[in-house]
């Protein structure tokens, strides 16, 4: 047995690495040596003792990393847009899949046209099938709110695209919605929130309630998302209670700068 | 939770989502470890920034055979040395004064969590930046032995002898930062 033997022993417990019990040899050990109980007792004060709150790194830091993941994510899609195809590239290309399923798309259409007059057309207004529609919009709305309710925040995110398949229409589905973006703890995920509202019509109902998120928001870049949520597709009567609330508090400077951008091109 | 390495891996796919994950889960973490081993707040700051645009640069270099964090930490440690490099400036820890101890603090259970913060900053300040740089990372990055021992290209034995000593000087120069304010 040595010092170092007892030392691995307790930061290993104390990092939770390590289950194994205070040994009757162990403890023999300590006591025989009395400076490796101090030692014993300084380490765990100094793995226990938490760093003050105030020592936290500023708020620019999440702000920067956002900005980048965002910028990041825009080069993604631009990249996927503009590859440039050589002659070769795009004689391969239609030969890829997605360029088959074309072709065998149009064939089949084709085929059909030619025989539609001996197939028997199903009646949209068929109530059997309104309802199966209605009950798997219901079930997609179920799925969602299950992940939606996850502890992971990735897990979260993925609920968030998952709802905006299920569609939004789903008035509780909409408000675990809200809910995640007052009171979520990830930033990723309430951006993702706002991404998925603004791809698609928001309603008159959800307005307030994203007027008064944006007007109480600290997260200068969640603000400055829900600014551009509101003021791209929010309401005429939405943009202008949004706009005289904002005139009334002490904004972020960037968020400051963004809303002076937006009312800027507005007046060209 | 989702496991860290199964999150990079993600992002190596091009779900960037989960690297907010990832960094909502480390950031606080890498700071203190930053400001821990001799770097000023606001630089600490631009280390946490710099280190993430790299995770993200390198995103594609993360093969999983290490765990994310220590990965991670050894992004950290190329960032301060590059840092360093550009700047020429020397470390320094934040000024002495900020954290001037309160001699009239009785040091018994009672000192504040804040106060002993303090001493252990100023204990830790005083050991040598290997040893200094172990303990920061089994405390503050709760990297296992292995993976310190990874980092530093060392064995495992070696690390721990390391550590115990670095537990002895800390211990040393915590008594006597502790006799000190006493006087």
Known sequence: MKHQDVINWKINQLNQTCEQPLTAEMNDYITAHPELAEELSLIEQFWQTEPPLSERPAASVRTHFYTMLADEKQNLKLKQKNRINTWFDTVIDWFTLPRLAQSFALLAVFTLGLSINDVEVIDPQDSSIAALQQEVASLSSLVAMSMLNRSSASERLSGVSFSLKAGLADPNLTSTLLALLENDGSTAVRLAVINAFAQSKIESRIEDNLISLTVNEKNPLVQIALCRLLFSTGSQNAQSTLNSRLNTINLNQDVSQYLLQINAKNRI | ?183
């Open chain 2, 1 to 183: 939770m989702t496991d860290e390495k199964e999150l990079m891996l993600s992002v190596q796919k091009g779900n960037l989502d989960d690297l907010a994950v990832l960094f909502e889960n480390n950031h606080v973490q890498l700071y203190h470890y930053f400001l821990r081993t001799g770097n000023s707040r606001a630089v600490s700051d631009d280390l946490v920034q710099e280190t993430f645009v790299k995770v993200l640069a390198y995103r594609s270099s993360f093969n999983g055979t290490a765990s994310f964090r220590s990965w991670l930490y050894g992004i950290a440690r190329n960032t301060t040395a590059d840092y360093y490099r550009k700047t020429k400036h020397s470390r320094q820890y934040e000024d002495i004064d900020e954290h001037e101890v309160d001699a009239n603090i009785c040091l018994t259970e009672q000192i504040a969590g804040e106060q002993q913060q303090v001493l252990f900053d100023k204990s830790l300040a005083s050991i040598p930046s290997d040893q200094r740089e172990i303990l920061i990372l089994s405390r503050y990055a709760q990297l296992n032995y292995q993976e310190i021992a990874d980092m530093n290209g060392c064995n495992l034995n070696t690390l721990k002898a390391r550590m115990c000593k670095a537990v002895t000087n800390l211990q040393i120069a915590y008594r006597r930062l502790s006799k000190e304010i006493k006087q």
